[in-house]
C-alpha cells in the first residue's frame, strides 16, 4: 500500500534528523564509554598477568632458598662434612631437573689469618692439580671458593679464589652473614662455574654457622660465622625452568633494581626492541628478591588478541548506527502515517526483542570456578563453566543448594571457616580450602568472595583458584630439606627439633622420656663385600624394622651412615626403655634378605639415656646416649647398655 506524503513533510523530516543526531550522539557516548571500558579491562589483565608471573618468580626464588637451607642444615648438623659427602648431597638434589634454575653449589669457608697455612696444606691434599689462594697476599680474612657441585673445568675457574676481594660478592656475603638469611647478588655478567662465560645471572649466598651457637644478634652472626653455601644462576637457565613462565601475546623483562636500562637487564623474553609507545605502556611491579629489589615489566603485543571488551565497543558503533538510522526512519514515519508507524513499530520491537536476548549471553571464560550464592540463605543461585571444570559438578547438581550443604568441603572446619568470615566482613580473601570434586579427588583452592547483587537480589561472588599443583611443589621441598633421601626417616635437623619440643612437653608434664643411640654392627663388611646398592637396601630394612618397633608418637631418625637414633616420647623409667631397645635389638638381629636368596646377618649396639635422669637438655642427653652405646660396643656389641656415668669411654670402638 502506499503512503501519501504529508504536507508538512519538511518539519517531519526535520524532526528525523533530529532523532538522528540524538541516536549518533547516544551511540558516540556509548561507543567511547565502552572503549574506555576496554582499556581499562586491558590494564587489569596486563596487572593479573604482572601478579601472576611475579608469584612465579617469587615461587622459584623461594624454592631455591629451601635447596640452600637444606645445604645449610647439612654443614649445620655438627659433624664435618667432606668434600665427597657434600658432591654426593648435591648429587642426589638432581640440580636441573628437581631444582630448575640452580646449576650448581658450592661451599666457601671463612678461613682466618693464623688458620691460611693449614687450611692451604689441607686443601692441597684432598685437590688434585694444586691448589691456590687467588689473589695472594696478607689480609685478616679469606673466603675461598673450596669446592663447587658439579665441578666446572678447573682451567675455566679454578678453586681458590678469595671471594671477599670481589666487591659484589663480598657485599651480598656480608648481607648474607649479618641477616641470617640468603641473598643474591646483583647483575652478574661472569660465572662462578665458568669465568669466561660472560652470559648474565647472579649468585646466591647461605650463611652457616657454628653448630649450636647463638645467631640472635648481627654480633653473635659475625663471631659464629663458617662461611657460606654458594649457588651460582645464570638467569636463561632460571628462566627457561620457570612453571607457567609464558605470557600469550606479552614480553617480559626483568631489571635489576628499580632504574630500567641495558645495563640493570638480567632477562628479556623477547630480546628485539619494543616500540616506544609500547615500552613506555609497560606494566611494572616491584619484588623483594633475597635482599635485592627486582623490577618486572610486562609489555602486551601489538599483534595480540583484542580483548572482547574492544569487540563490544566496535559492535556498539556499528549496531548504534544502524539503529540510529533506524530511529530516523520510525520518527520521520511516526510523524507521516500513523499506521506506517505502528507497523514499523511492531517490526522494531521484535528486532530489539532479538538483539536483547543475543546480547544477554554471557560468555564464561574465566578459567577459575565462580559460584554466585544468596546472602540471607547461601542457595546457589549460578556457576560458571571454570566450576564444573574444577570440581565436576553441572549447574543442575547443585543450583537451589546451600553452599554449605555442597559435598565439596573436604572438612567442616573449613567450611566453618568461610561461613565465618561471610558473616564477619560480608566478604573473605584468600582463604585455603580442602575441596573434593564429584569423583572424590582432593583439590587444594584459594577462596575469595565478595557481595554483589545479582537479578536485583543479594549475593555473593565466590572466586576459588586451584593451587594443589604448587602445594605439592611446597610439601615436596619441605620433606626433602627434613627427612633422609635413602631412608624416609627424619634427618637430624628435624630430628633435634622433635627431641627439643619432647623435652619441654616433659618439663612441664614432670614425665620422662628416653633417648636410643643404634649404632650397626659389622655393617662395614656388607658394604664393602655385597656393594654399597646392597648396603642400601639393607639400612632401609632396618631403618623398616626399627620402625615397626616403636609406638606411632615415637620417632625413629636416621643420623649418619649406620647410625640411628630412637626418641621415646613417654617412659615410666629406665626399663621401659630398655625394654623397647631390646626389641629393637632382636629385631635387628634376625636375618636380612637383600638380594633374592642371600641372606646377611648384623646386630646392633645401643645406648640408652633417659631424661632427666642422665641430662637435663638435648645436647647432654645426647652426649650421655652416645657414650652408653660405646660403652656397649666396648663390652662386646650386640648389646643394649644404659648410661651410668662410669669411666670415660675410647670414641674409636666402631
Same mark, same amino acid.
Given at each position: 500500500?502506499?503512503?501519501?506524503?504529508?504536507?508538512?513533510?519538511l518539519?517531519?523530516l526535520?524532526?528525523?534528523?533530529?532523532?538522528?543526531?540524538?541516536?549518533?550522539?547516544?551511540?558516540?557516548?556509548?561507543?567511547?564509554?565502552?572503549?574506555?571500558n576496554?582499556?581499562?579491562?586491558q590494564?587489569?589483565?596486563?596487572?593479573?598477568?604482572?601478579? #601472576?608471573?611475579?608469584?612465579?618468580?617469587?615461587?622459584?626464588?623461594?624454592?631455591?632458598?629451601?635447596?640452600?637451607?637444606?645445604?645449610?642444615?647439612?654443614?649445620?648438623?655438627?659433624?664435618p662434612?667432606?668434600?665427597?659427602?657434600?658432591?654426593?648431597?648435591?648429587?642426589?638434589?638432581?640440580?636441573?631437573?628437581?631444582?630448575?634454575?640452580?646449576?650448581?653449589?658450592?661451599?666457601?669457608?671463612?678461613?682466618?689469618?693464623?688458620?691460611?697455612?693449614?687450611h692451604?696444606?689441607e +686443601?692441597?691434599?684432598?685437590?688434585?692439580?694444586?691448589?691456590?689462594?687467588?689473589?695472594?697476599?696478607a689480609?685478616?680474612q679469606?673466603?675461598?671458593?673450596?669446592?663447587?657441585?658439579?665441578p666446572?673445568?678447573?682451567?675455566?675457574?679454578?678453586?681458590?679464589?678469595?671471594?671477599?676481594?670481589?666487591a659484589?660478592?663480598?657485599?651480598? +656475603?656480608?648481607r648474607?652473614?649479618?641477616?641470617?638469611?640468603?641473598?643474591?647478588?646483583?647483575?652478574l655478567?661472569?660465572?662462578?662455574?665458568?669465568?669466561?662465560?660472560?652470559?648474565?645471572?647472579?649468585?646466591?649466598?647461605?650463611p652457616?654457622?657454628?653448630?649450636?651457637?647463638?645467631?640472635?644478634?648481627?654480633?653473635?652472626?659475625?663471631?659464629?660465622?663458617?662461611?657460606?653455601?654458594?649457588?651460582?644462576?645464570?638467569?636463561?637457565?632460571?628462566?627457561?625452568?620457570?612453571?607457567?613462565?609464558?605470557?600469550?601475546?606479552?614480553?617480559?623483562?626483568?631489571?635489576?633494581?628499580?632504574?630500567?636500562?641495558?645495563?640493570?637487564?638480567?632477562?628479556?623474553?623477547?630480546?628485539?626492541?619494543?616500540?616506544k609507545?609500547?615500552?613506555?605502556?609497560?606494566?611494572?611491579?616491584?619484588?623483594?628478591?633475597?635482599?635485592?629489589?627486582?623490577?618486572?615489566?610486562?609489555?602486551?603485543?601489538?599483534?595480540?588478541?583484542?580483548?572482547?571488551?574492544?569487540?563490544?565497543?566496535?559492535?556498539?558503533?556499528?549496531?548504534?548506527?544502524?539503529?540510529?538510522c533506524?530511529?530516523?526512519?520510525?520518527?520521520?514515519?511516526?510523524?507521516?502515517d500513523?499506521?506506517?508507524?505502528?507497523?514499523?513499530?511492531?517490526?522494531?520491537?521484535?528486532?530489539?526483542?532479538?538483539?536483547?536476548?543475543?546480547?544477554?549471553?554471557?560468555?564464561?571464560?574465566?578459567?577459575?570456578?565462580?559460584?554466585?550464592?544468596?546472602?540471607?540463605?547461601?542457595?546457589?543461585?549460578?556457576?560458571?563453566?571454570?566450576?564444573?571444570?574444577?570440581?565436576?559438578?553441572?549447574?543442575?547438581?547443585?543450583?537451589?543448594?546451600?553452599? #554449605?550443604?555442597?559435598?565439596?568441603?573436604?572438612? #567442616?572446619?573449613?567450611?566453618?571457616?568461610?561461613?565465618?568470615?561471610?558473616a564477619?566482613?560480608?566478604?573473605?580473601?584468600?582463604?585455603?580450602?580442602?575441596?573434593?570434586?564429584k569423583?572424590?579427588?582432593?583439590?587444594?583452592?584459594?577462596?575469595?568472595?565478595q557481595?554483589?547483587?545479582?537479578?536485583?537480589?543479594?549475593c555473593?561472588?565466590?572466586?576459588?583458584?586451584?593451587?594443589?599443583?604448587?602445594?605439592?611443589?611446597?610439601?615436596?621441598?619441605?620433606?626433602?630439606?627434613?627427612?633422609?633421601?635413602?631412608?624416609?626417616?627424619?634427618?637430624?635437623?628435624?630430628?633435634?627439633?622433635?627431641?627439643?619440643?619432647?623435652?619441654?612437653?616433659a618439663?612441664?608434664?614432670?614425665?620422662?622420656?628416653?633417648?636410643?643411640?643404634?649404632?650397626?654392627?659389622?655393617?662395614?663388611?656388607?658394604?664393602?663385600?655385597?656393594?654399597?646398592?646392597?648396603?642400601?637396601?639393607?639400612?632401609?630394612?632396618?631403618?623398616?624394622?626399627?620402625?615397626?618397633c616403636?609406638?606411632?608418637?615415637?620417632t625413629?631418625?636416621?643420623?649418619?651412615?649406620?647410625?640411628?637414633?630412637?626418641?621415646?616420647?613417654?617412659?615410666?623409667?629406665?626399663?621401659d626403655?630398655?625394654?623397647?631397645?631390646?626389641?629393637?635389638?632382636?629385631?635387628?638381629?634376625?636375618?636380612?634378605?637383600v638380594?633374592?636368596?642371600?641372606?646377611?646377618?648384623?646386630?646392633?649396639?645401643?645406648?640408652?639415656?633417659v631424661?632427666?635422669?642422665?641430662?637435663?637438655?638435648?645436647?647432654?642427653?645426647?652426649?650421655?646416649?652416645? #657414650?652408653? +652405646?660405646?660403652?656397649?660396643?666396648?663390652?662386646g656389641?650386640?648389646?643394649?647398655?644404659?648410661?651410668?656415668?662410669?669411666?670415660?669411654?675410647?670414641?674409636?670402638?666402631?
Amino acid at each position: 500500500m502506499r503512503l501519501k506524503r504529508p504536507d508538512n513533510w519538511l518539519h517531519h523530516l526535520s524532526g528525523a534528523l533530529l532523532v538522528l543526531a540524538l541516536s549518533l550522539g547516544t551511540t558516540w557516548w556509548l561507543w567511547q564509554f565502552e572503549t574506555h571500558n576496554a582499556e581499562l579491562d586491558q590494564r587489569a589483565r596486563a596487572d593479573a598477568n604482572v601478579q #601472576a608471573f611475579a608469584s612465579r618468580v617469587e615461587q622459584r626464588m623461594r624454592a631455591q632458598e629451601q635447596v640452600m637451607r637444606g645445604a645449610q642444615g647439612l654443614f649445620s648438623v655438627g659433624a664435618p662434612v667432606g668434600r665427597e659427602a657434600f658432591s654426593r648431597y648435591v648429587e642426589v638434589l638432581q640440580l636441573g631437573a628437581d631444582v630448575s634454575g640452580v646449576v650448581a653449589l658450592g661451599w666457601v669457608p671463612l678461613v682466618s689469618e693464623t688458620d691460611l697455612p693449614a687450611h692451604v696444606a689441607e +686443601m692441597r691434599s684432598l685437590v688434585d692439580g694444586g691448589y691456590a689462594l687467588v689473589p695472594e697476599g696478607a689480609r685478616p680474612q679469606y673466603a675461598p671458593l673450596v669446592q663447587l657441585e658439579p665441578p666446572s673445568e678447573p682451567h675455566l675457574h679454578p678453586l681458590g679464589q678469595d671471594l671477599l676481594m670481589d666487591a659484589v660478592y663480598r657485599a651480598t +656475603m656480608e648481607r648474607a652473614r649479618d641477616s641470617g638469611a640468603a641473598a643474591i647478588t646483583s647483575r652478574l655478567n661472569r660465572s662462578l662455574q665458568n669465568a669466561s662465560d660472560n652470559r648474565v645471572g647472579f649468585a646466591m649466598f647461605m650463611p652457616v654457622y657454628r653448630p649450636g651457637s647463638l645467631t640472635d644478634t648481627v654480633d653473635a652472626r659475625r663471631a659464629n660465622l663458617m662461611g657460606w653455601v654458594v649457588a651460582p644462576c645464570r638467569m636463561d637457565v632460571w628462566m627457561a625452568g620457570l612453571p607457567g613462565g609464558e605470557i600469550s601475546g606479552m614480553g617480559v623483562r626483568i631489571f635489576d633494581g628499580i632504574e630500567i636500562s641495558n645495563q640493570s637487564l638480567l632477562f628479556d623474553s623477547n630480546p628485539s626492541p619494543l616500540p616506544k609507545t609500547q615500552a613506555s605502556a609497560a606494566t611494572l611491579e616491584y619484588l623483594q628478591m633475597a635482599g635485592r629489589t627486582w623490577t618486572l615489566a610486562i609489555v602486551e603485543q601489538a599483534d595480540s588478541v583484542a580483548s572482547p571488551a574492544h569487540h563490544k565497543a566496535q559492535l556498539i558503533a556499528r549496531n548504534g548506527v544502524v539503529l540510529s538510522c533506524v530511529l530516523a526512519l520510525l520518527a520521520w514515519v511516526l510523524l507521516s502515517d500513523r499506521a506506517r508507524t505502528v507497523i514499523m513499530a511492531t517490526q522494531m520491537t521484535t528486532e530489539l526483542r532479538e538483539s536483547k536476548e543475543h546480547f544477554e549471553l554471557i560468555f564464561d571464560s574465566s578459567p577459575d570456578g565462580m559460584v554466585i550464592t544468596q546472602q540471607a540463605d547461601g542457595l546457589v543461585v549460578d556457576i560458571n563453566r571454570g566450576f564444573t571444570a574444577m570440581t565436576g559438578y553441572e549447574r543442575g547438581d547443585v543450583v537451589s543448594i546451600s553452599i #554449605a550443604a555442597l559435598p565439596i568441603w573436604k572438612s #567442616a572446619e573449613d567450611r566453618r571457616r568461610y561461613r565465618k568470615e561471610l558473616a564477619q566482613h560480608q566478604y573473605c580473601e584468600n582463604l585455603e580450602v580442602a575441596l573434593v570434586t564429584k569423583n572424590g579427588q582432593t583439590i587444594i583452592g584459594i577462596l575469595s568472595a565478595q557481595p554483589a547483587t545479582f537479578k536485583g537480589v543479594a549475593c555473593f561472588v565466590g572466586v576459588v583458584r586451584d593451587i594443589t599443583g604448587r602445594k605439592a611443589i611446597e610439601d615436596r621441598m619441605a620433606h626433602m630439606a627434613q627427612h633422609d633421601s635413602l631412608t624416609g626417616l627424619p634427618n637430624r635437623a628435624l630430628f633435634d627439633d622433635r627431641l627439643k619440643q619432647a623435652i619441654v612437653q616433659a618439663n612441664r608434664n614432670r614425665g620422662r622420656l628416653a633417648l636410643l643411640y643404634v649404632d650397626l654392627d659389622h655393617f662395614k663388611p656388607v658394604n664393602d663385600t655385597l656393594g654399597h646398592a646392597v648396603g642400601d637396601v639393607l639400612l632401609k630394612a632396618v631403618a623398616q624394622r626399627m620402625h615397626d618397633c616403636v609406638r606411632a608418637s615415637d620417632t625413629v631418625a636416621r643420623i649418619g651412615g649406620d647410625e640411628f637414633v630412637v626418641l621415646l616420647s613417654a617412659v615410666h623409667d629406665g626399663t621401659d626403655a630398655l625394654a623397647v631397645a631390646e626389641k629393637i635389638r632382636q629385631a635387628l638381629n634376625q636375618s636380612f634378605e637383600v638380594v633374592a636368596g642371600k641372606m646377611v646377618h648384623i646386630s646392633s649396639s645401643t645406648g640408652v639415656a633417659v631424661y632427666p635422669d642422665h641430662g637435663l637438655d638435648e645436647i647432654e642427653l645426647s652426649k650421655n646416649a652416645d #657414650a652408653a +652405646m660405646y660403652r656397649s660396643k666396648q663390652q662386646g656389641r650386640d648389646r643394649v647398655v644404659l648410661y651410668a656415668p662410669l669411666a670415660s669411654v675410647d670414641p674409636s670402638v666402631a
